[in-house]
Structures are given as structure tokens and as C-alpha cells.
């Protein structure tokens, strides 16, 4: 081959290279002219708040207003027994446990016996008294001899008067050393060294700071064996802030509602409100008093009190069944076209006489649904 045919061949390959580099950008831009020209498809979405009913004249409709109601408070408490009903017992004789018959947290009786003490105190006392009568005995026969004698003139006056006074001192002193031996718990008619505790009143033993055979110190240094409550009647002691005692006065109403009890609603009233903050939380303790026939609350109980004020304050309201409680959520029904319904997330307030406040969530003059479970589960159904 001639280097002019070799020459003449060489550029037939570059320019069939070229066209070739040519048509596949060519292609390149046509197929990117193309996917840009593609339509996209827009994505379908269902509000899942929004509900249609063929039959909305099933459901009555209500709209939300504004109504005067009670300033609200809450405030945590506890249960606490009334101290009105409360009694302290002690033993006014030292001595050692010789049976204890009740513990912490029994019912008791009035003159059931709590505690046998064998007490030296007492035994003492018991021999002052027997001491006593016999000096009284022996007082007596020297008053009987001595006027025998006044009346036979043997003795002057002075001297039958002398035995009378010794008579009356004895007696006095009978009866003293006898009142000894009942305050210490004895019985001056069965001569014993044990003293049987009783209860002085009925009800609950709260306290309890002795246990068997244990020693009793007097009185001025020990602390009360036992605490008795009549738990028919219970104190909720709330702590409330400084800032918020102008919404709470005696007399208002308070709703209590306890840990042990979520499904039960409990009312009382305020009786008092302390004069002094405590100046670690600048708080006062407020005290509802609460009845207790069955003796379910019990004290330490924890409580959450809801006081209501006589100060009124306008809010938002709807019927209580209006509002329906969903995944922890409160939740309306609002009425937005002939057979449309969208729910809405509200915050409910507090609720009395068949209505509920509302707090945020909705507008005045909105149409709610006034049974909120009935039409959720009417469109479930249906759906």
C-alpha cells in the first residue's frame, strides 16, 4: 500500500469516529429532552381527621360557648388523721412489758387493753394504799374509844376532837393513795403490780413505739406508746404556693382525687389555711376536711385537691360527651360542611354539671358533635 492510500484511509477513520462520538450525544440529549418532559404523578393523600357521614341527622350538633364558670386551682396533698380525733396514750407507770395484745395499723376498741406492764411504780402505789387503810383502821377504833370516853366525860373535849381530825386526815389519805393506784391503771379492790393499758377511745392505731419486753421509762422522758385515730373523719393537707393563695379561701369546695382510688371523685371543703408559708417551698398548708365511714382513705395516701373558687372567669364549654378520650388525647367532632365532620385535638379543663371547659383546640360558635363516642363509632363502622 502507498503512504498516500495509507494517509487517505486514516482520515476515512477519524471521521467515522467522529459521526459515531456524534449520534451518541445526539442521543444522550434526546433521551434527556425526554425524561424531562415526563409529567410527574401527584400523590394521593386521606386526612385521616376527616370524616363523612351519609346520615348526619343522627348526631345532634352543638356549638361552642362562653360561660362564667369557677377559677380553678390544683395543688398535690396527702391524707392525714384529723388530730381533733386523734389521742396520744401513755403510761404514767415505768416499768417492762409483760404482754403486748395489739400492733400497728389494728382496730381497737374503747377499754380494750392495748398492753400488760408489770410496774414497781404501781406495785408502790399499792402498798401506800394498803398502808393507808390500815391507818385509817386504827384512826377509826382510837375515835370510836374516844367517844366513848367524851360521852362518859372521861376525856375532855379537846382530846375527842384530836381523834377526830386524825379520823378525817386518814380517810384523806385512803382515798388519796386509791386515786394513786387508779391513775397508774389499777384496781385499789385487786391489789396487783400489773397495769393493764387501755384504749381510751375507739378507732385505728397509727402509731406504735413500743414492743414486747421492752422497758417503759416514766413519762416526762418517753415517748407515747401508742397513737389511736378515728379515722371516720380524715384531713387532705395540700401545699399551696404563695402566688396562688388568692384563688383559694375557707369555705371553697375542692374535688380530691387519690392514686389508690383514679376512678373515684371525692368532695370536700376548705376549712382552714395556715398564716405562716413554710420557708423552704413558700407554701401554706391548706386542709380540706374529708368523710371516712368505710376507712378507705388512708392515711399518707397521696391526693391531687382541685379547689373551685367563688371568683368566676369566662371560658369556653361544650357538653362533657362532646369530648372523647383517645390515645391519651382529648379529641371533638367539629361539623365542617352538610356531611363532613373533621376531629380536633383540644386541651378539656375541668367539668361540672354536664359541661366541660376547653381550654385550647377550638373556637366559640364552632359546631361540635354533643356525643363524641357515638359518632366515632358510627363512621368506624361504616369504614
Known amino acids: 500500500m502507498t503512504r498516500l492510500q ?27 429532552r425526554g425524561t424531562e418532559a415526563a409529567p410527574t404523578k401527584a400523590e394521593v393523600t386521606v386526612d385521616p381527621n376527616l370524616f363523612t357521614t351519609d346520615r348526619p341527622e343522627l348526631f345532634k350538633i ?19 388523721p384529723d388530730v381533733n380525733r386523734t389521742i396520744h396514750v401513755t403510761s404514767l407507770g415505768g416499768g417492762r412489758v409483760a404482754d403486748l395484745k395489739v400492733r400497728l395499723g389494728e382496730q381497737v376498741k374503747k377499754g380494750q387493753v392495748l398492753l400488760v406492764i408489770s410496774s414497781p411504780d404501781l406495785a408502790a402505789a399499792f402498798s ?24 362518859k366525860g372521861a376525856i375532855a373535849e379537846k382530846d375527842y376532837q384530836i381523834a377526830q381530825g386524825t379520823e378525817e386526815k386518814a380517810l384523806v389519805d385512803v382515798s388519796t393513795a386509791a386515786q394513786r393506784v387508779r391513775v397508774l391503771g389499777g384496781d385499789p379492790a385487786h391489789p396487783s403490780a400489773l397495769i393493764e393499758l387501755r384504749a381510751p377511745v375507739s378507732g385505728t392505731i397509727v402509731e406504735q413505739n413500743v414492743a414486747g419486753f421492752e422497758g417503759i421509762k416514766s413519762i416526762d422522758n418517753s415517748p407515747n406508746l401508742f397513737t389511736i385515730a378515728d379515722l371516720s373523719q380524715v384531713w387532705v393537707v395540700c401545699d ?15 374535688q380530691i382525687k387519690l392514686n389508690a382510688y383514679p376512678d373515684r371523685a371525692l368532695h370536700g371543703n376548705v376549712v382552714d389555711i395556715s398564716h405562716v408559708l413554710d420557708p423552704n417551698t413558700r407554701a401554706a398548708k391548706v386542709r380540706i376536711v374529708l368523710g371516712n365511714p368505710d376507712v378507705s382513705l388512708r392515711p399518707g395516701m397521696f391526693a391531687l385537691a382541685t379547689f373551685r373558687s367563688r371568683k368566676l372567669q369566662k371560658a369556653l364549654v361544650v357538653p362533657t360527651t362532646a369530648i372523647m ?13 352538610a356531611k363532613q365532620f373533621r376531629r380536633h385535638e383540644v386541651t378539656a379543663g375541668n367539668a361540672s354539671d ?3 371547659q376547653i381550654l385550647s383546640g377550638v373556637s366559640v360558635g364552632d359546631p361540635v358533635v354533643t356525643n363524641a363516642l357515638d359518632f366515632s363509632t358510627a363512621v368506624a363502622e361504616k369504614q
Open 62 to 80: 352543638a356549638k361552642v360557648e362562653t360561660r362564667d364558670v369557677p377559677t380553678t386551682l390544683t395543688a398535690n396533698g396527702v391524707i392525714s
Open 354 to 356: 354536664g359541661i366541660e
Open 128 to 151: 401506800d394504799y394498803q398502808k393507808a387503810v390500815a391507818d385509817e383502821r386504827l384512826a377509826q377504833r382510837a375515835l370510836d374509844r374516844a367517844k366513848l370516853l367524851f360521852d
Open 240 to 254: 399551696v404556693f404563695e402566688n396562688d393563695l388568692d384563688s383559694v379561701h375557707v369555705g371553697d369546695s375542692a
Open 325 to 337: 378520650r383517645l390515645h391519651d388525647k382529648d379529641w371533638v367532632f367539629v361539623q365542617e360542611g
Open 6 to 32: 495509507r494517509a487517505a484511509r486514516g482520515r476515512t477513520a477519524r471521521i467515522g469516529l467522529l459521526a459515531a462520538a456524534s449520534a451518541l450525544l445526539l442521543m444522550a440529549a434526546g433521551c434527556s
